[in-house]
């Protein structure tokens, strides 16, 4: 084992850090270390927390963290951000989140642009989430804003996946639900000190009463204002008891199948080292050839 | 050329939803559809319309289109819907929607779940705009949820992006905002008849003031209240101000740049039928061995 992956299993914050960074870069050593701390893996509680933009899930995360601390639990937070393709901008956000947890180094953060993964988000994150697995973390917390393709299978790697919702979120939260619902483990009310939280919760159950889950889960409804950390221990309590209900194991499974996909086909790609992508792409957008003429004559070299 | 092809290429309607759905189920069809259709593309106006959920997208889409009707413009309307991945279920909004425009041949509507597509949403959409375009719709309208990875891609796809925004939208605006500041060609505030537009206006042009964007353009900001009809024209006008700018060439080589990848990743996955993924998913999360080990014993075989 290298001195890296010892240092990291060893609690050693530095290394961790450098790890992080090596995944963030996807740097050939990241795959080797990751390689190596892998069968010490599986004892970390991966909690899921997603919602809409405006939802308060980062207040959230945060309260969880601190009431996570006072159990004397470490945490690592994953944030899953919708930053900037192009000038890589970060969340203003995180920047002071980050100071707030500063001094506690039992709690680690890391921001994840979600531009530039070629193998995807999902993948990224499952490799940071193994990376604080290993090194000890009690619990990781990963946070994901919307409900897009990323968040659906950052959930199957989560052991339980909070929805946070708001009262009064507009017209269309039914169809926000609708495409919740079969991720959420729990649903949360934040801002409930908010008009008609009574309101969304019926809403909620009206969707429930709609379908069945195969593990014969029923989601609970919790009311928090995060702001006042109101909430939050009954929010832990629910997460705790879906993990007592569920061990997860599905779930993995169809986390890691999708993840194998994935790595096989980056690795494929890297026979291929020399292709001018952008070339082509000229080529195609000034009607010289056509995309599916190209992606042949590839694979026939 | 198939008879498909030129029923679709001559308007045909029942040819057209007949493709769509084989685009939907990744028939081996649909590529051989594709492939004969991508040279007639390159006229409709491709219009990404994003924002996170509650903001009115859909109905602004819908007013959109109705004005674009009234011009005489045929239309496509395609949904990036955060749809359940595990049931398959639909969004109830989008069957109301297809109902309303039920009458009228020449607004086509094809609401897309994200989950299940293995070569990305962004991919799958692309291919669902080469089909509308070729079909000679002057608009294509693509409709997407949230500000995550997928509609990064999305809005290189578009020759033109609306980020929809509303008053009031909580305490994390400025994250939303610094995630969307880039994709948005056009700011729309909608709901402009909620308190404090005023406020949500200044913030955006604060964080306008901060960075410029290499083509120089600074995205206009149009107030809407989309559910009266209000500021659609004005919405019109921005966009096509931006189109008169932009010639969305660097856009549309990035993005294929971005999907000839996909195509070939996906394309030297069909190499491997035999795979068991969920196999050896089981024997990762049992831990009888690592998914780097598997990686390397199914790439050396």
């Known amino acids: 084992m290298s001195p890296q992956s010892h240092q990291i299993l060893s609690g050693d914050l530095r290394a961790l850090a450098r790890a992080a960074t090596a995944i963030e870069n996807r740097s050939p050593q990241a795959d080797h270390l990751l390689r190596e701390l892998f069968p010490h893996t599986g004892r970390a509680t991966i909690i899921g927390i997603t919602g809409a933009p405006g939802a308060g899930k980062s207040t959230l995360v945060d309260k969880i963290a601190h009431a996570l601390r006072q159990e004397n639990k470490s945490v690592g937070?994953?944030?899953?951000?919708?930053?900037?393709?192009?000038?890589?901008?970060?969340?203003?956000?995180?920047?002071?989140?980050?100071?707030?947890?500063?001094?506690?180094?039992?709690?680690?953060?890391?921001?994840?642009?979600?531009?530039?993964?070629?193998?995807?988000?999902?993948?990224?994150?499952?490799?940071?989430?193994?990376?604080?697995?290993?090194?000890?973390?009690?619990?990781?917390?990963?946070?994901?804003?919307?409900?897009?393709?990323?968040?659906?299978?950052?959930?199957?790697?989560?052991?339980?996946?909070?929805?946070?919702?708001?009262?009064?979120?507009?017209?269309?939260?039914?169809?926000?639900k609708a495409g919740i619902m079969e991720i959420a483990d729990v649903f949360v009310i934040n801002?409930?000190?908010?008009?008609?939280?009574?309101?969304?919760?019926?809403?909620?159950?009206?969707?429930?009463?709609?379908?069945?889950?195969?593990?014969?889960?029923?989601?609970?409804?919790?009311?928090?204002?995060?702001?006042?950390?109101?909430g939050i221990a009954e929010t832990l309590a629910a997460v705790r008891s879906f993990l007592a209900h569920n061990d997860g194991k599905d779930r993995a499974v169809a986390n890691w199948s999708q993840r194998l996909r994935e790595m096989l086909r980056e690795r494929l790609l890297h026979r291929f080292p020399d292709l001018d992508f952008h070339a082509a792409a000229e080529d195609i957008v000034s009607k010289r050839t056509d995309p599916y003429t190209i992606i042949d004559a590839w694979l026939n070299r």
Do not use: N
């Open 191 to 230: 801002k409930a000190d908010q008009p008609e939280p009574d309101r969304l919760e019926r809403e909620i159950k009206a969707m429930q009463s709609l379908s069945t889950r195969k593990d014969g889960w029923v989601p609970p409804i919790v009311r928090t204002v995060a702001v006042d950390g109101q």
């Open 77 to 176: 937070i994953i944030a899953v951000d919708p930053t900037s393709p192009y000038t890589g901008g970060a969340i203003l956000g995180d920047r002071i989140r980050m100071l707030d947890h500063h001094a506690d180094p039992q709690v680690f953060i890391r921001s994840m642009a979600t531009r530039g993964w070629l193998g995807g988000v999902a993948a990224a994150t499952t490799d940071m989430a193994v990376l604080l697995d290993a090194a000890g973390r009690d619990v990781v917390l990963i946070e994901t804003v919307g409900v897009g393709q990323d968040e659906v299978e950052i959930a199957k790697l989560a052991g339980v996946t909070v929805v946070v919702l708001v009262p009064g979120m507009g017209d269309d939260v039914q169809a926000i």
